[in-house]
């Protein structure tokens, strides 16, 4: 089984910090990119940011650019997201995913069971 988990969600003002962790574990797979994806209340899920796992590329979308970071520590199969200037907007349900080699690039395969951020004003 792959395992993805994530930690360290929670309530913080605007304005404010968190970085989020996602650790895999379970039986080792390949893989291409780890990304961060959210769910707001009535939203569709959306992309956050991505990493490549080789490389270590990063894509971010635009109504996180400048604000948030994603970095990886390859020898510890995590995956981070350090959230800056957190806005109301931003409060949403976080959800950690592994691009894998099962569907080729772009897919992701794995997810997990994601974590809660809310922002206050």
């Known amino acids: 089984q792959v395992q993805l988990v994530e930690s360290g969600g929670g309530l913080v003002q605007a304005g404010g910090s968190l970085r989020l962790s996602c650790a895999t574990s379970?039986?080792?797979?390949?893989?291409?990119?780890m990304g961060w994806f959210r769910q707001a209340p009535g939203k569709k899920r959306e992309f956050v940011a991505t990493i490549n796992w080789s490389a270590g590329n990063t894509q971010y979308a635009d109504s996180v650019q400048g604000r948030f970071t994603i970095s990886k520590d390859n020898a510890k199969n995590t995956v981070y997201l350090q959230m800056n200037s957190l806005k109301p907007e931003d409060t949403a349900v976080y959800y950690c995913?592994?691009?894998?080699?099962?569907?080729?690039?772009?897919?992701?395969?794995?997810w997990g069971q994601g974590t809660q951020v809310i922002v206050s004003s």
């Open positions: 995913a592994a691009d894998g080699v099962v569907s080729g690039p772009g897919t992701y395969d794995y």
């Open positions: 379970g039986r080792t797979f390949s893989r291409y990119a």
